[in-house]
T-cell receptor, first 107, second 117 residues
Framework: LAKTTQPISMDSYEGQEVNITCSHN???????ITWYQQFPSQGPRFIIQ???TKVTNEVASLFIPADRKSSTLSLPRVSLSDTAVYYCLVGGFKTIFGAGTRLFVKA | DTGVSQDPRHKITKRGQNVTFRCDPI?????LYWYRQTLGQGPEFLTY????????KSRLLSDRFSAERPKGSFSTLEIQRTEQGDSAMYLC???????????????FGPGTRLLVL
């Protein structure tokens, strides 16, 4: 199972774009990259998933370079309600959560 | 709401007591997972089911823990002789098993927060 490395924490201001990068050097050929968001006392919530290049949905974008050894979650124009922990996961159904990235959005 | 549900949401018990948690997955999902999460950490995998079969258990799952998924629908996680170290959030997730090589997304419930006094 591929291990991921993310920054422990990040600060931002409302209205800014936030990019969180995740390293996954030993990603396997069949592995997908998935990002989750978690608020205190709630279960993780699926944000976005991708395999290569770029994926965009109504919430975020996911950028994956050609070598797939890293990925970047991009949150456009964050608001206070985006303050949460963001997890990057790599693999199939047996995934390992790291400690995630604590994003704190300030007014 | 057709998401994953868990019951109870909170449980306080005394050390040595048994507790049981229930998870109702999204109805068409064939895989069900249990995780444990302590403060400041990401969820840790405990076990998972494919339909009614329990296919994998983590080494974290001591003999005091048992999980079942009768008929491949809801699941229960029982902790016997609880210890203070069992205090954590217990999360359930479900997914629709992907075809080989395809993506799979787990959908999580709200969790059951256990406090062992």
């Amino acid at each position: 199972l591929a291990k991921t490395t993310q920054p422990i924490s990040m600060d931002s201001y409302e209205g800014q774009e936030v990019n969180i990068t995740c390293s996954h050097n030993n990603i396997a050929t069949n592995d997908y990259i998935t990002w989750y968001q978690q608020f205190p006392s709630q279960g993780p919530r699926f944000i976005i998933q991708g395999y290569k290049t770029k994926v965009t949905n109504e919430v975020a974008s996911l950028f994956i370079p050609a070598d797939r050894k890293s990925s970047t979650l991009s949150l456009p124009r964050v608001s206070l309600s985006d303050t949460a922990v963001y997890y990057c996961l790599v693999g199939g159904f047996k995934t390992i959560f790291g400690a995630g990235t604590r994003l704190f959005v300030k007014a | 709401d057709t998401g994953v549900s868990q019951d109870p949401r909170h449980k306080i018990t005394k050390r040595g007591q048994n507790v049981t948690f229930r998870c109702d997955p999204i109805s068409e999902h064939n895989r069900l997972y249990w995780y444990r999460q302590t403060l400041g950490q990401g969820p840790e995998f405990l076990t998972y089911f494919q339909n009614e079969a329990q296919l994998e258990k983590s080494r974290l799952l001591s003999d005091r823990f048992s999980a079942e998924r009768p008929k491949g629908s809801f699941s229960t996680l029982e902790i016997q002789r609880t210890e203070q170290g069992d205090s954590a959030m217990y999360l359930c997730a479900s997914s629709l098993g992907a075809v080989a090589g395809g993506p799979e997304t787990q959908y999580f419930g709200p969790g059951t927060r256990l406090l062992v006094l």
